[in-house]
């Protein structure tokens, strides 16, 4: 089944248990409107939400969300990566250790990942720079569903290519720079809008951001904000 490249909102319902009976319960504002994200609760000896996970497709879950959620619950949130092509989930941060937050984490085992040129697709870039997140491993679809023009164009030479832009750092963990369409290049200058936004997001007064290219006459693009 061919399922599209774009952001979905996933999410699950935790099961918490009051009074001996099992309910349901939607957690705050942040979770479900943002990407993947999947709940996961106690079983039959425990009774408070022990973890959360967060899978990223785009935009990472802000900070002062997770400190909120964390402070409210107790619970350790860990964000990881995926796509429906990848059934679904390539990588996870470490549930042993403090989070890194801003970070997908590492690979899963058995699963290969590189940062290569956005623009030929094979060269792989050094640590701390960005590129577009490949990956390959035994969760990676065999292909689209009857559209082998698809499948060539994502599926090449064994490695999925994501349509997303990543930073791998020297430690070998994974943060989420952004879509790879979604690229501004002005006066030869790669700027990603997730970065910009999380900028204007620190201005006094700016609730929220959203950065786009416009096409430009001398520059190829410019940077807009909303």
Not at 35 to 41: D, K, P, T
Not at 95 to 114: A, D, K, M, N, V
Not at 127 to 146: F, S, T
Request: aromatic share 8%; charged share 25%; proline share 5%.
């Amino acid at each position: 089944v061919r399922a599209p490249q774009t952001e979905q909102s996933v999410f699950a319902f935790l099961e918490l248990e009051a009074e001996g009976v099992a309910q349901p319960v939607a957690a705050c504002g942040e979770i479900g409107d943002r990407g993947q994200r999947a709940l996961f609760g106690d079983d039959a000896t425990h009774r408070d939400l022990v973890g959360v996970f967060e899978a990223e497709r785009r935009e990472p879950f802000q900070i002062e969300a997770r400190a909120e959620f964390a402070a409210h619950t107790g619970a350790l949130v860990v964000e990881g990566y995926g796509l429906s092509e990848a059934a679904p989930v390539t990588h996870v941060g470490h549930l042993f250790q403090e989070p890194r937050y801003g970070s997908i984490g590492l690979p899963l085992p058995q699963t290969e990942c590189r940062i290569v040129d956005s623009t030929d697709g094979t060269t792989v870039m050094p640590d701390g720079e960005a590129g577009e997140l490949i990956v390959r491993g035994p969760q990676v679809m065999l292909g689209y569903w009857d559209d082998p023009q698809a499948t060539r164009e994502t599926i090449r030479r064994g490695w999925l290519h994501t349509g997303d832009l990543a930073i791998k750092d020297a430690d070998g963990f994974y943060q989420i720079a952004g879509r790879k369409k979604d690229l501004i290049i002005t006066s030869g200058f790669n700027v990603y809008p997730g970065e910009v936004e999380a900028v204007l997001r620190e201005a006094e007064g700016v609730l929220d951001a959203a950065v786009v290219g416009q096409l430009d006459s001398h520059r190829g693009e410019i940077v807009k904000a909303f």
